[in-house]
């Protein structure tokens, strides 16, 4: 457990702390077909009860249609065929016709709500699961990785998808018609019924002893296919990183053991299935024949107890009894793919964010800007701490810098103030109200950040801005652009506003990106403003051309500044220098270097290497 789980549980009740299940359970003694998991993926289907009901009506008027076919069929045989009645043939046939197109018209309906339905709640289930992950904390992202993430969203719902619109119905409807034939094999002769019944132990040995080793086959695949989702999704990522140090073969050799691995579970899989169905099926074959044997002594007896019209009948119900036994074994391989992929999309579902805000936290309908740490300190594990009694205090409209060399901790500290974290200890105020009393949705909504990372969502570049003001119009970004003195950049773009962003922003310059980040903050109009490194992707001659217009974006605004360019730190009326996690150095850019310490020393190298 993250260490705030203490924190927040003891120290104060503004957060309420919940631990995270990341894994499924890859055990063999889980039970992928239980109950539970099947009534869970039932209850999605009840917002479509009408169309399930309907559903379940064709189920079971398909499964009584052939054993009654069978039955009507051995009718005929016993009863116009052999005794010769024309006309009474003429009409059977007639009428075994007329119920064998109905079996087609219930079979069109079957399928139809069956992919329907199947449909509906798979939509639902992605849907859920997508605002399930819009509602968990950094620290979830931080441990899972996006394949993981990917594979439950896709292969594992599609596992779904099959178990709904296929294993689910049609394996009620082949036990439908084993159930029903068993009924009238019993109604035509029990002696040979019996025979049939023989085989239920048999079938429950070999399903017992198939079962946990397919359900294992089945887990590990699926887990194996999450590693290779996460390999393709870093590969594709770091692509850039993968060709500038010629990586290509190494990763090629690492996804090929991936892929390697998940054929080799794979090929465990079919071997196994491939023991499993054939015995199936030579069983129903085995006791076919044990029931001509058996069927056709009793017949050819001199006082026969089994006529041989009633013989072909109970013939004809057997061959419908038997030849489901494969396609269930094959239902049930799909059943327990569905049932796995089931069990990992809803451990996804059940696990909860790390912290939520308190229940009695309340929305905020503005902020002054006044932040004050107070002995705050925090880890994102346990064991290792990453800033140790921080108090500061930011007044309203000021400008604090956060300097220091890499892994001191700068960034935490504004994760922190933007609510992504709790603390592990101590309190953060904003305006001198407890963070925690404050809903963090609320809280966002009056803040503002760039960051090191400028992530740019697909669309046009218009589009990107907007998401700082989702209702501000084109006259309103073109004044948040020209209030940064970059507008002319942006004009200059090939579509201006309407340029096309691909994926985290592809066919833009990073400083391009960095630009539209400003402008999405300005228009945003915050409270309280974040820049982490926010101008690293900036050329020089380009960040001296914003440096006054950041002025005006800092005004009135309390903005804290994390950079390793000090222009923006002169400025600043407070700069933080940080050093493993504590405050070592605190004052005005003149007075830390009048004091000749650290910040100095920074300083120093700053002006030695051209970046100051």
């Known amino acids: 457990m993250p260490p705030a789980a203490a924190s927040w549980g003891c120290h104060n009740a503004m957060f309420k702390f919940r631990s995270v299940k990341t894994d499924v359970d890859t055990s063999a003694d889980a039970r992928p077909l239980s109950g539970r998991l099947l009534r869970r993926l039932l209850g999605y289907t009840r917002p479509y009860a009408r169309t399930r009901n309907w559903l379940v009506l064709c189920v079971v008027i398909r499964s009584i249609q052939f054993p009654f076919l069978a039955w009507a069929l051995g009718a005929a045989i016993e009863g116009p065929i052999r ?81 709904v619109q296929e294993s689910l119905f049609v394996a009620m409807v082949l036990g439908g018609q084993m159930a029903v034939s068993a009924m009238l094999m019993l109604w035509t002769n029990w002696r040979l019924f019996l025979v049939v019944l023989a085989l239920a132990p048999v079938l ?90 058996l069927g056709g002594y009793l017949a050819l007896q001199p006082d026969p107890t089994v006529e041989l019209g009633e013989m072909v009948r109970f013939f004809f119900l057997a061959g419908l009894f038997f030849s489901p036994i494969q396609p269930l074994g094959m239902q049930y391989n799909n059943a327990m793919s569905a049932m796995a992929g089931a069990e990992r999309v809803f451990s996804l579902l059940d696990s909860r964010p790390d912290w939520q805000d308190a229940p009695d936290a309340t929305a905020i309908d503005r902020i002054d800007g006044r932040v004050e740490f107070r002995n705050i300190s ?46 592990l200890e101590g309190q953060i105020f904003i305006d001198s109200r407890p963070l925690g009393e404050i809903t963090s949705d609320s809280l966002h909504a009056h803040m503002g950040i760039v960051l090191q990372e400028n ?109 390793h360019r000090l222009s923006t730190v002169r400025n600043a009326d407070c700069v933080l220098v940080l050093d493993r996690g504590r405050i070592i150095e605190r004052g005005t850019h003149e007075q830390l270097l009048e004091a000749q310490g650290r910040y100095a020393t920074l300083y120093r190298q700053f002006i030695r290497s051209g970046e100051a």
């Open 83 to 163: 005794g010769g009645d024309y006309r009474g043939t003429l009409w059977a046939a007639g009428g075994f016709a007329a119920l064998a197109l109905a079996t087609q018209f219930v079979l069109h309906f079957r399928s139809r709500l069956a992919l329907q339905l199947g449909e509906w709640v798979i939509r639902d289930i992605r849907q859920a699961l997508f605002d399930h992950l819009q509602s968990m904390t950094m620290g979830f992202f931080n441990r899972v990785k996006a394949g993981w993430i990917i594979s439950r969203l896709t292969t594992d719902v599609e596992a779904m998808r099959l178990g």
């Open 204 to 293: 429950w040995a070999i399903n017992r002893v198939f079962r946990r080793r397919l359900s294992r086959s089945h887990r590990i695949i699926q887990e194996s296919f999450s590693r290779v989702t996460s390999s393709l999704a870093e590969s594709i990522s770091g692509i850039r990183v993968t060709q500038g140090f010629v990586r290509q073969d190494v990763n090629a050799a690492l996804f090929q053991d991936l892929v390697f691995d998940h054929s080799r579970h794979s090929v465990g899989m079919a071997r196994i299935t491939g023991v499993f169905l054939p015995l199936l099926e030579f069983n129903g074959q085995f006791f076919i024949a044990v029931l001509l044997l």
């Open 378 to 423: 925090f880890a994102y594990e346990t064991d290792r701490p990453v800033v140790h009694d921080i108090s500061f205090v930011a007044e309203r409209g000021q400008v604090v810098a956060m300097v220091g060399q890499t892994g001191c901790g700068k960034s935490t500290l504004v994760n922190l103030i933007a609510k992504f974290y709790p603390p």
């Open 455 to 563: 992530f740019l969502f697909t669309g046009t570049v218009a589009a990107n801005i907007r998401l700082g003001s989702p209702g501000a119009d084109t006259e309103q970004i073109i004044a948040a652009a020209k209030a940064l003195d970059c507008w002319d950049l942006l004009n200059a773009l090939p579509d201006g506003l309407d340029t096309i962003v691909g994926e985290q922003g592809a066919g833009i310059s990073l400083g391009q990106r960095q630009l539209i980040c400003f402008c999405r903050a300005m228009l945003a109009d915050p409270s309280i403003l974040i820049l982490d490194e926010a101008t690293s992707s900036v050329d020089a001659v380009t960040e001296a051309r914003i440096q006054g217009a950041l002025t005006r974006l800092f005004e009135g605004r309390t903005c804290f500044v994390v950079a």
